[in-house]
Nanobody
Framework: QVHLVESGGGLVQPGGSLRLSCAASGSLFALYRMGWYRQTPGNQRELVAELSFRSRPNYADSVKGRFTISRDDDKNTVYLQMNSLRPEDTAVYYC?????????WGQGTQVTVSS
């Protein structure tokens, strides 16, 4: 079982920045594929970014060049740095861990981009 706890969401103006953090349990964190997804009401959860062990990150086209995913394996934490935020980035953001053929999810954190 992997437990994920997100933090860092909030309200930001268009063009602003936020950094999301996700702390994970487990001694094999370095081997987890970690990712961030987001969901808006009435829509499916969509991939924002993901990062596997010793791999290059993968981003949704809509966030390329604006968002950066990173991980600190010593702290069992994955981050999502979000710059140049747009109103359409407003969503609940979920941390995801994929390990041993099982998907684990955090509770979600709200990001609202509005003036």
């Amino acid at each position: 079982q992997v437990h994920l706890v997100e933090s860092g969401g909030g309200l930001v103006q268009p063009g602003g920045s936020l950094r999301l953090s996700c702390a994970a349990s487990g001694s094999l964190f370095a081997l987890y594929r970690m990712g961030w997804y987001r969901q808006t009401p009435g829509n499916q959860r969509e991939l924002v970014a993901e990062l596997s062990f010793r791999s290059r990150p993968n981003y949704a086209d809509s966030v390329k060049g604006r968002f950066t995913i990173s991980r600190d394996d010593d702290k069992n934490t994955v981050y999502l740095q979000m710059n140049s935020l747009r109103p359409e980035d407003t969503a609940v953001y979920y941390c995801n861990a994929f390990w041993n053929a099982v998907n684990y999810w955090g509770q979600g954190t709200q990001v609202t981009v509005s003036s």
